[in-house]
């Protein structure tokens, strides 16, 4: 004879309750590690960060790996080791966000809730963005300093080339480095130069924009590299179409809408960017992004819907570069207003759009770009003309930053 059930076996099982935390924060790249530094030195003990990932990058130096200036082993870390001491490391992926309920769910189907969150996750690589550049990278020609694994790879064909094309891309849309696209073209060109096979190489550099940067005075700069080097620069121009067995890519001018199959033999792509799938399609991605990015007050770095969430680094929707240097100043304000909210204050602090690119143009060359929202150059060494090609700026940039990354903004002491 069958026992029947009780009402608690009969009942469906209860989901298990969200974990808390008073400070969740989602990613543990560059923005997230440096808040959780920040918080903790503030003297937070609540602190969880979500982050799979093994593998720590220092992402900027890997324009240098695929110019033959850094080894790959420079870039990264342990993510073991820039997880700030009492932060509570959960190795798992973000897949869903809740603001109302204030909850954020795994792909493990685990659950957490917060008091304040941080959305710090970076961005997605779209490498169906561009038709038959997903199944052509990596092989056949074709690279992209943009994935650690590729970025010797572009240096391998840098240095076999002798003669033929070579085409560096940009897509339309913010991208994270906005000059790593045409700093590669200028450091093969270099290279070539130097080689004595610069004049057998045609190379083309084809960017979205109408300027080869938006800030007038580095633009200008930057017209005389390629001029050296002998760039044909396509402007208003990107990559729509990529077939690899044939070497073959289609350039498309949006100017007057002429597409044109250029064949290649070393092509360097840069692949569209966007929010990860998860934000783009949740309640946090502002209507005015395109790309999905994170809705943020672009000065307090809060969500305007609810002043809980915070957003910085490559996910929020800000109106200016997406850069490790931007991230380090955003950082203190976000902290600083996080802080201020737990205390029942006001977001006071102020972020003032200050973005950082280290133009590379040749070996031991670069310019330092340092700019505010308004586009008015904001620069760390007044005392410096860092509005042309110097020696000393590429070795900050080779070993100075690197190290100011590592031990300073990742410990929250810069």
């Given amino acids: 004879m069958t026992r029947p059930a009780t009402d608690a076996e009969s009942a469906p099982s209860a989901a298990p309750a969200p974990v808390h935390h008073q400070i969740l924060i989602v990613g543990g790249g560059t923005a997230g590690i440096t808040v959780a530094a920040r918080l903790r030195r503030a003297g937070l003990r609540d602190i969880a960060l979500l982050e799979p990932a093994e593998t720590h990058w220092y992402q900027p130096l890997w324009t240098l790996v695929g110019g033959g200036q850094a080894p790959l082993r420079a870039a990264l870390r342990p ?66 300093n943009y994935r650690a694994d590729l970025a010797p790879y572009t240096w391998e064909l840098i240095r076999r080339m002798r003669s033929g094309t070579a085409v560096f891309t940009m897509p339309s849309g913010p991208v994270k480095c906005g000059g790593a696209p045409q700093k590669i073209a200028y450091l093969a060109a270099d290279h070539w ?85 998860w934000l783009a399609e949740g309640p946090l991605a502002d209507p005015g992004s395109p790309h999905g990015y994170v809705k943020t007050d672009p000065h307090t770095l809060q969500n305007p819907d609810f002043p809980e969430v915070f957003a910085l680094g490559d996910v929020a929707h800000l109106p200016t570069s997406k850069t490790g240097a931007a991230v380090r100043k955003q950082a203190p304000v976000l902290v600083t207003n996080l802080l201020a909210g737990l205390r029942g204050r006001p977001a006071t602090a102020r972020y003032d759009g200050y973005t950082s690119c280290p133009l590379v143009t040749a070996r031991h060359k670069m310019l330092l770009a340092e700019f505010d929202y308004d586009l008015r150059p904001a620069p760390s060494f007044p005392f410096l003309d860092t509005t042309r090609e110097r020696t000393d700026m590429w070795f900050l940039k080779r070993y100075g930053l690197p190290q100011l990354y590592f031990q300073g903004m990742l410990k929250g002491r810069a």
């Fill in 193 to 277: 130069r130097k080689r004595g096979v610069l004049g057998n190489i045609r190379t083309i550099l084809a960017l979205p924009e109408p300027t080869l940067f938006k800030v007038p005075v580095f633009a200008r700069a930057l017209e005389q590299t390629a001029r050296r080097y002998g760039i044909e620069v396509r402007l208003q121009t990107e990559l729509t179409r990529l077939d690899g067995p044939e070497r073959a890519a289609v350039l498309t001018d949006h100017a007057t809408g002429r597409a044109e199959t250029v064949h290649y033999d070393l092509l360097h792509a840069v692949p569209p960017q966007r929010a990860p799938r």
């Fill in 79 to 144: 993510e073991a080791e820039v997880i700030p001491p009492g932060v509570r490391w959960l190795r798992e992926r973000a897949t869903a966000v809740d603001p109302v309920a204030r909850t954020v769910s795994t792909a493990t189907g685990r659950v957490f809730s917060y008091g304040r969150l941080v959305l710090a996750p970076g961005l997605s690589l779209d490498w169906d963005g561009v038709p038959g550049l997903a199944s052509a990278v990596g092989h056949d020609g074709v690279s992209s």
